[in-house]
């Protein structure tokens, strides 16, 4: 069965970087794109970037763009979210999710904490 | 980008009785070459991550009960659940997977009455 599982929340300062990790099983990595999704707390969804089945494309929501990277290595199947110059207002559950445009399959989450 | 809007809200619904949210994106998200709209369905309970419910705006996901089904094109969305169960409690979103940035709308919250 498809698993996701995040990893690398916590809490960090704001303005510092965090990175997050998603590691998959149960379905063929390298030929499906990948999300990140986000849900502030009792907020809605918010979807945050997309990678291609091999990783040459890439795509960011507004609010992220030129400060997150979204970025895969499919010989370790693992997905991964760089987060450089965080704020109180990243401050969300980073869902892991598979699918190309929509997501049929999404991991528990990991909460990212921005406070000082 | 696209903006997604939902309506209502929220709503209370009898057990047993039909649930309708509508979903509009600010775009139409028919794509004309294959003449599929790009507009997904997903539910959400508490503390729980989302789940697909339908994809191709009508495409009821595998092992999705047939009470729920996804109907229209273009800019405007339902979302029927056409007999309320206790099970289906949630918040309900829409997305656009047509053109990125991918947009949600806000989301409808379903409660028993």
């Known amino acids: 069965q498809v698993q996701l599982v995040e990893s690398g929340g916590g809490v960090v300062q704001p303005g510092r970087s965090l990175r997050l990790s998603c590691a998959a099983s149960g379905f063929t990595f390298s030929s499906n794109g990948m999300h990140w999704v986000r849900q502030a707390p009792d907020k809605g969804l918010e979807w945050v970037a997309v990678i291609s089945n091999d990783g040459r494309d890439k795509y960011y929501a507004d609010s992220v763009k030129g400060r997150f990277t979204i970025s895969r290595d499919n010989s370790k199947n693992t997905l991964y979210l760089q987060m450089n110059s965080l704020s109180a207002a990243d401050t969300a559950v980073y869902y892991c999710a598979k699918g190309k445009g929509f997501i049929d399959y999404w991991g528990q989450g990991t909460l990212v904490t921005a406070s000082s | 980008d696209i903006v997604m809007t939902q309506s209502p809200d929220s709503l209370a619904v009898s057990l047993g009785e039909r649930a309708t949210i509508n979903c509009k994106s600010s775009?139409?998200?028919?794509?004309?070459?294959?003449?599929?709209?790009?507009l997904a369905w997903y539910q959400q309970k508490p503390g729980q991550p989302p789940k697909l419910l339908i994809y191709w705006a009508s495409t009821r996901e595998s092992g999705v009960p047939d009470r729920f089904s996804g109907s229209g094109s273009g800019t405007d969305f339902t979302l029927t659940i056409s007999s309320l169960q206790a099970e289906d409690v949630a918040v309900y979103y829409c997305?656009?997977?047509?053109?990125?940035?991918?947009?949600f709308g806000p989301g409808t919250k379903v409660d028993i009455k």
């Open positions: 997305q656009q997977y047509y053109s990125t940035p991918f947009t």
């Open positions: 775009q139409s998200v028919l794509y004309s070459s294959d003449n599929k709209n790009y």
